[in-house]
């Protein structure tokens, strides 16, 4: 299994006796609000990457922004790290604790403050859930758009810290899209605002720069959403291929029509076949491949569109082409797309579920050189991915009680991950890098690309006590992996500070 931590950084931030850590926090929090027994502990030494474990030295449980703000000074003047963690949702890593680190819990910030309707804006706590936004606010005719597939228990602080997206993203954008503001709180305890609810605010976009830092930066206390109307109508088409690479070329047919859909999803045989088990959505379980494509708008527009791409996906090689019948069929569709994961986890004693993207004309290729890397490290693998912005999510199929099975799982991740750069994508899509991604951060970005990231961090946090040995990988590590140019035992800019 790969390394959790670089060993070096472990010396970089000094030993502190957890009596010591809760003498200087525990006045600062509530009754209940600092925890230390190995027991509690447990609780939070994963994400949902739980391939990966570590304990902290202590979690605090802060309820407003003021005790916050004293936690990260205590925690600044101490030299002590801070991982913050919203519900633990997430994919990659990136709510691991370090060693001997506080971990900081925002889940009780989970209060809807404010709710303009007219304005279409919502101010939220980065605790409160993804799905309780949209319920918060239907009867008014509106809802959230970004839907990770955990939308029922994610909360928008980890989606802002990852710049979460979803199966509707690919018309209604991701969560950076869909913010306008952002409170913050430095390390020292600084309390920042970011963006504005106008069009544009001043200076630099740093509220872009903070969405997707995965907790590097800030702490983010509070969000204001921008809340979208619900369409008068969406349908749902469910189209069947038997074959793959047929699949994945209609989906650039759709595209290159110019039809925007408010969701296309694609599931390979394996997934479709283990949510149709699952979740009962009505798939068709012979079919090599399937593509969802959600049309929404106008009633006479979506007519208009359906036409459209049934006649597309049919020339492109579909052998069936099935409208949902009504609102409870599109539901169970979308409930079978939005069920795969936990249903993979049902014909498998393990699954490790990668994160990339590629552009779409390479979707065909990919699959294909994916289905090859699988065969030669002796694993299955099961393709669910957002198909429209070519965001994939291949589930790797593994046991972990089998020697060497795990180390291979990893080592075909880290593949996947290598093919999406070389064909001109990105090592993640929705989930973040974490520390998951970190080496392959190495080959995504070049040596000056990387220094450029170190002076950010430091000039948010120049000790690096948020979230250490997350994301950005250190320059030594880059070297040990083969992806970055020593030259004459140097690397370029020898000046610059590292971390």
């Not at 002590?80 to 925002?106: E, N």
């Not at 996906?313 to 009504?326: K, P």
Request: include cysteine.
């Amino acid at each position: 299994m790969l390394d959790q931590f670089d060993a070096r950084l472990d010396a970089e931030f000094a030993a502190i006796p957890p009596q010591r850590l809760r003498a200087a926090l525990s006045p600062l929090l509530p009754k209940g609000g600092f925890v230390a027994d190995v027991e509690s502990l447990r609780a939070f030494e994963s994400d949902g990457l739980a391939a990966y474990r570590s304990l902290p030295a202590c979690v605090v449980l802060p309820e407003t922004v003021d005790q916050v703000r004293a936690v990260l000074a205590a925690c600044s003047e101490l030299g002590v790290p801070v991982v913050a963690r919203g519900a633990g949702t997430g994919l990659s890593g990136g709510a691991l604790p370090f060693p001997g680190s506080v971990l900081l819990s925002m889940a009780k910030f989970n209060k809807i403050l404010e709710i303009d309707p007219r304005a279409r804006i919502a101010r939220v706590q980065p605790g409160v859930r993804n799905l309780a936004i949209s319920e918060a606010v239907a009867a008014m005719g509106l809802f959230y758009a970004p839907d990770p597939s955990s939308q029922i228990a994610c909360s928008i602080g980890g989606n802002v810290a990852e710049n979460a997206g979803g199966v509707h993203c690919l018309k209604y954008g991701l969560t950076v899209h869909n913010i306008l503001k952002l409170e913050i709180i430095t390390i020292d305890g600084e309390l920042m605002t970011l963006g504005s609810e106008a069009l544009d605010s001043a200076g630099f976009d740093l509220m872009a720069l903070m969405t997707g830092s995965e907790g590097l930066l800030g702490i983010v206390t509070e969000v204001m959403v921008k809340l979208t109307p619900l369409p008068e109508v969406a349908r749902v088409l469910l189209a069947c291929f038997d074959d793959v690479e047929v699949a994945a070329g209609a989906v650039a047919t759709i595209m290159a029509a110019g039809v925007v859909p408010a969701g296309l999803e694609m599931m390979d045989g394996p997934a479709l076949r283990a949510a149709e088990d699952f979740a009962h959505a009505g798939y068709p379980k012979s079919a090599a491949a399937i593509l969802l494509c959600e049309l929404d708008g106008t009633a006479h527009d979506v007519d208009e569109e359906i036409a459209r791409v049934t006649a597309l996906l049919t020339r492109a090689g579909a052998s069936e082409v099935r409208l949902a019948r009504d609102e409870d069929e599109r539901k169970r569709f979308w409930a079978g797309r939005k069920g795969a994961f936990p249903a993979v986890g049902r014909i498998a004693p393990d699954y490790y579920c990668i994160d990339g993207t590629i552009p779409r004309r390479s979707l065909p290729k990919v699959l294909t050189e994916i289905s090859r890397l699988a065969e030669s490290h002796g694993l299955a693998v099961a393709n669910v991915f957002h198909a429209g912005d070519g965001n994939l999510h291949p589930l790797i199929l593994y046991d972990a009680g089998k020697p060497g099975d795990m180390e291979a799982a990893e080592a075909l991740g880290g593949a996947i991950l290598e093919l999406c750069v070389e064909v001109g994508g990105a090592i993640t899509g929705e989930h973040g890098v974490g520390r998951e991604k970190i080496n392959q951060m190495c080959s995504q970005f070049s040596d000056a690309e990387r220094e450029a990231f170190f002076a950010l961090k430091r000039a948010f946090d120049p000790r690096g006590l948020l979230n250490p040995g997350k994301t950005i990988p250190t320059l030594a590590r880059c070297a040990e992996y083969g992806h970055m140019h020593v030259h004459a035992g140097q690397v370029s800019h020898p000046h610059l500070e590292r971390f």
